[in-house]
């Protein structure tokens, strides 16, 4: 079982940055590799960012290459996604999720959820 709780979001100018963190309970982390979704009001939850148990593999969507960057400490237990140059269509509820080895865009494959946080951006 893992738990994950979402933190970070705001509001923030087009153009401005915002770092959002996840923390997970549990003693295995490392295990677990990791994803960030958003969904946007209307529309359905779409992947943003994942990363390996270790760290060492990322993968991200079209949408946010180059301006977000996903990165995890295992000794917090603790996942970040860094975004920068935001754009009001970047406006959502951003949710990190949890599974034991795939960090992909296909959201059936993450077993655990957090409940979100709101990032909206205002142009």
């Known amino acids: 079982q893992v738990q994950l709780v979402e933190s970070g979001g705001g509001l923030v100018q087009a153009g401005g940055s915002l770092r959002l963190s996840c923390a997970a309970s549990?003693?295995?982390?490392?295990?677990?590799?990791m994803g960030w979704f958003r969904q946007a009001p209307g529309k359905e939850r779409e992947f943003v960012a994942g990363?390996?148990?270790?760290?060492?593999?990322?993968a991200y969507a079209d949408s946010v290459k180059g301006r977000f960057t996903i990165s995890r400490d295992n000794a917090k237990n603790a996942v970040y996604l860094q975004m920068n140059s935001l754009k009001p269509e970047d406006t959502a509820v951003y949710s990190c999720a949890a599974n034991t080895a795939y960090w992909g865009p296909a959201k059936q494959q993450y077993r655990y959820w957090g409940q979100g946080t709101q990032v909206t951006v205002s142009s």
């Open positions: 990363i390996s148990g270790s760290g060492g593999n990322t």
């Open positions: 549990g003693r295995t982390f490392s295990s677990y590799a």
